[in-house]
């Protein structure tokens, strides 16, 4: 498609985007093993990364790193994919998440921690927004 950075491979096993990426394997694998935990509690995801036949989630071909994700024939305009995400993501915090309510003394504490990570991570995702715009093929790692 974009050689030598995004390729589309086809297999008997279906059509997949091959991507170059410069994230490190080890994030990838990390990624890959945070993705497998949350998909063995029945959470099906966000990143659509397709694993390769040994379950790794990136592959490594010399001085490269290329990570696969199922071909999509149309980019899904925002309407239709917003809702999914959100409610995905909330599924993800439900997941993940490390405090309990049942403490009246701890809530204060914790609205003000989860209004400075809401700020932070706003901003975050605007600055990942505006690289992803920028690119002829976004990366889900943007």
Known sequence: LKGPNVFKAMTPY????????????????????????LQQRDWDGAVPITYTKNAEPCAVRGDSIFYLTQWQQATPTPTDWY????TRLAELHHLTQNYRLEDPRQVERLIDSL?????????????????AQ??????PFD
Request: include cysteine.
């Open 134 to 139: 920028a690119r002829a093929y976004p990366s």
């Open 83 to 86: 809702s999914p995400m959100i």
């Open 115 to 131: 209004l400075g990570r809401w700020e932070y991570w706003t901003e975050r995702l605007k600055e990942g927004v505006k690289v």
């Open 14 to 37: 279906g059509s997949f985007v091959c991507k170059r990426t410069s994230a490190p394997p080890s994030r990838l694998l990390f990624i890959g093993g945070v993705l497998n935990n």
